[in-house]
């Protein structure tokens, strides 16, 4: 992926953050913390530390779901943005608060063993899709 400068927020805009290429492709998490903490599947881009800088940071705060990482998120919204492993040198960062995506091609999945049952349902044949909520009868 290119060496784009990227925008991004929480769902309030409390914490904000600009990104500077280049990215590692995203995987979709499917462990059963991030389920907990994202309510379905999280996906998100891996960045080296120093290509972060937060704009706004004074409502993040972060959790340690084990002692391996730390979740940063929103306390005043609820979103969940990053996670970082002890001592890494990179940070992950949630593709659904970044404003510039579209170029983002997914790589992977992991903790597909994790996964939620009916998350295989997801696109397939015989699950409606709606543009947008679900019309009303
Ligand atoms: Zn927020």
């Known amino acids: 992926m290119n060496d784009e400068v990227r925008t991004g927020q929480c769902l309030c805009g409390a914490v904000g953050y600009t990104l500077s290429g280049p990215l590692e492709p995203p995987m979709i998490c499917h462990c059963r913390e991030c389920q907990r903490q994202s309510g379905h599947a999280w996906a998100a881009v891996t960045a080296p530390l120093e290509a972060v800088k937060l704009r706004e940071e004074g409502s993040l705060r972060w959790y340690r779901a084990s002692a391996k990482a730390r979740r940063g998120f929103c306390e005043d919204c609820g979103s969940f943005l ?40 997801v696109g397939k044949e015989g699950v409606p899709q709606h543009e947008k909520g679900a019309p009303e009868d």
Do not use: H, K, N
């Open 82 to 121: 990053f996670w970082q492993e002890v001592g890494a040198e990179t940070i992950d960062i949630s593709m659904g608060s970044l404003d510039q995506r579209d170029d983002i091609p997914l790589v992977g999945e992991i903790w597909c063993s994790e996964r939620a049952p009916y998350s295989a349902q």
